[in-house]
């Protein structure tokens, strides 16, 4: 399994990115997919996820700026992020997530850097 995130980069306040996260190795329509990010000398945190049938939750203090989507012919999730602030620097981590009753199945890519300046 592989989840490989691209588009991090370095962009003034105010500016916009888009993550991309490709995945192979699973069945991506079936995946919860997330972005998940971690700033120096904080905990990972939620972003944001879609669910397998397009549903998704959006953490509130990006909710008005940041928007996931899925493409399932492509096998990748984007984060597209509007408006960025430099508290949203930090590695970005793409997740999938499989989970059901007697199972579950959840993988990490390995991280995109977006960093704001000021």
């Known amino acids: 399994v592989q989840l490989v995130e691209s588009g991090g980069d370095l962009v003034q306040a105010g500016g916009s990115l888009r993550l991309s996260c490709a995945a192979s190795?699973?069945?991506?329509?079936?995946?919860?997919m997330g972005w998940y990010r971690q700033a120096p000398g904080k905990q990972r945190e939620l972003v944001a996820r879609i669910a397998s049938g397009g549903s998704t939750v959006v953490e509130d203090s990006v909710k008005d700026r940041f928007t996931i989507s899925r493409d399932n012919a492509k096998n990748t999730v984007y984060l597209l992020m509007n408006s960025l602030k430099p508290e949203d620097t930090a590695v970005y981590y793409c997740n999938a997530d499989l989970t059901s009753a007697w199972s579950r199945r959840d993988y990490w890519g390995q991280g995109t850097q977006v960093t704001v300046s000021s």
């Open positions: 190795g699973i069945i991506f329509s079936m995946f919860t």
